[in-house]
């Protein structure tokens, strides 16, 4: 009873108002989307709402069916993932060592600037290549032995000491 006493603007924010008051007066297409809000608690406490509307015609009249659902906690999440994303690239990026996220055909995902270092290649030049193309011939089928068995899901992790070609035909020594 006590909500359907009030109005709209009695659960928006006073900063709020002005917005809401300019959507209201816009025409409207029969479906709509006006996006998110925010809406107050009967505690004072504000959180944010996904609104969809329809306007259709109930018992003769023109109506508006709305429908809010609360998105604070799936904001909330979305805010946590992107600084979880954001300590990861800067993790991977200043990493001491080589890091890369390579597919399952060989092919390089992404590179960190310190395995570019180590083979001399730029990020846009391993792109174009695969971890085959740079593996030393002598050690290139124990690493994909290891790397079948990692697909094959016989192991969890490998290790192996091998070589890599490094673009100016050098080779390198590393620790996978």
Known sequence: EEFLGMRITDIRPEEDRARLLEDVRRPRPALQH?????????????FDVEITSHTLEFAGRAAVLVSV???????????????????????????AVGMAHVGLDGQWLRVNDK???????????????????????????????YVRRLLAGESQTYAMEKRYIRKDGS??????
């Open 171 to 176: 080779l390198v020594w590393i620790n996978l």
């Open 34 to 46: 006006p996006g998110e809000w925010r809406h107050r608690h009967k505690d004072g406490r504000l």
């Open 115 to 145: 395995l570019c270092a180590i083979v001399g290649y730029t990020r846009d030049e391993l792109s174009t290549c695969t971890f085959q193309d740079i593996t030393y011939p002598d050690d290139l089928d124990a690493d994909l032995e």
């Open 69 to 95: 659902s609360d998105v604070t906690e799936h904001k909330r999440a979305e805010a946590a993932l992107r600084a979880n994303e954001e300590r990861f690239r800067a993790t991977f990026e200043q990493a």
